[in-house]
């Protein structure tokens, strides 16, 4: 129904930043919220932050507040990502996923709450 594909990742040194760009296609009328999360290596994936459809309400993970932005282009259907000021620990596939659920608050957190995904793009760190 719903395709995800994200752009942007890459390498960069701490403190440097980088724009992730997530395009979705297809029956895009049904999602109510997307978001982006990180995986690192041996790690569970992890909420980053959630912009419902229209781009009137974020919610970010407090370790990347301050730090990171995400918004909309509703003309192009693309997410963003800007991320400032990143941290080697923040290394990591970074995926868009896309929800059809109305549920705000912590379920937008859940990994569950998603049922469209794009297949992550990788974001380097280096010290």
């Known amino acids: 129904q719903v395709q995800l594909v994200e752009s942007g990742g890459g390498l960069v040194q701490a403190g440097g930043s980088l724009r992730l760009s997530c395009e979705a296609s297809g029956r895009t009328s049904t999602t109510y919220k997307m978001a982006w999360f990180r995986q690192a290596p041996g790690k569970e994936r992890e909420f980053v932050v959630v912009?419902?459809?229209?781009?009137?309400?974020?919610d970010y993970a407090d370790s990347v507040k301050g730090r990171f932005t995400i918004s909309k282009d509703n003309t192009k259907n693309t997410v963003y990502l800007q991320m400032n000021s990143l941290k080697p620990e923040e290394t990591a596939v970074y995926y868009c996923?896309?929800?059809?659920?109305?549920?705000?608050?912590?379920?937008?957190?859940?990994?569950?709450?998603?049922?469209?995904w794009g297949q992550g793009t990788q974001v380097t760190v280096s010290s």
């Open positions: 996923a896309a929800s059809v659920s109305v549920n705000w608050g912590r379920p937008a957190r859940w990994v569950d709450e998603y049922t469209y």
């Open positions: 912009i419902t459809w229209s781009g009137h309400i974020t």
